[in-house]
């Protein structure tokens, strides 16, 4: 098992462009979570799914947007990138809402 | 929001001693985690702790949960270099589906 995969790995963009961050997993998982890590912060949390077709707000939702077509994936999207969205991107998934989340690698996002 | 905050914000031992490091959160929880996160990676899971429990274990690793005191510790015994890196403690709000990370705590073991 792959587990949570993530792509890209690193990006840089300039500000304004748009793009989109794709997290997978292959563990049945019902709940998909978007964190950002920013030096010296913890995670945030942008969206999460708790299941497939759903999506909700996390503590950072703004500039971002989120889609949960199939259970597998969890997209995020970032439509006019700013300076302020340079971090680290984590996705994460779980079987239950309580339960141990699953971590990708990470994306690394510059934007200029 | 509630949040859980880890303490101290850096720690540097010798290989073989032991690493204690703490987490306080400020409402009710269901279950407290903590990760790892060595540089540059994502974030492994270490260990869960429901709010019924006091105390477990997993191999050199040992958590408490005080609930009245809203604070939780991990115990890192006879450190290694490969233990070097941070570590999260993640906090929910009962009936929310929503972890909350601390900042963490970025372990140095020297060799």
């Known amino acids: 098992n792959a587990g949570v995969t993530q792509t890209p790995k690193f990006r840089v963009l300039k500000t304004g462009q748009s793009m989109t961050l794709l997290c997978a997993q292959d563990m049945n998982h019902e709940y998909m979570y978007w964190y950002r890590q920013d030096p010296g912060m913890g995670l945030r949390l942008i969206h999460y799914s708790v299941g497939e077709g759903t999506t909700a707000k996390g503590e950072v939702p703004d500039g971002y947007n989120v889609s949960r077509l199939k259970k597998q994936n969890f997209l995020l999207g970032l439509e006019s990138a700013a300076p302020s969205q340079t971090s680290v991107y984590f996705c994460?998934?779980?079987?239950?809402?309580?339960?141990?989340?699953?971590f990708g690698p990470g994306t690394r996002l510059l934007v200029l | 929001s509630q949040q859980g905050e880890e303490d101290p914000q850096a720690l540097s031992i010798q290989e073989g001693e032991n690493a204690t490091m703490n987490c306080s959160y400020k409402t009710s929880i269901n279950n407290l985690q903590w990760y790892r996160q060595n540089s540059g990676r994502g974030l492994v899971h270490l260990i869960l702790?429901?709010?019924?429990?006091r105390e477990k274990h997993s191999g050199r690793l040992r958590v408490t949960l005080d609930t009245s005191k809203k604070s939780s510790s991990l115990l890192i015994t006879a450190s290694r270099a490969a233990d070097t890196a941070s570590y999260f403690c993640a906090t929910d709000a009962s009936g929310t589906y929503k972890y909350i990370f601390g900042t963490g705590t970025r372990l140095k073991v020297l060799a």
């Open positions: 994460a998934s779980s079987y239950r809402m309580t339960e141990t989340q699953y």
């Open positions: 702790i429901r709010s019924n429990e």
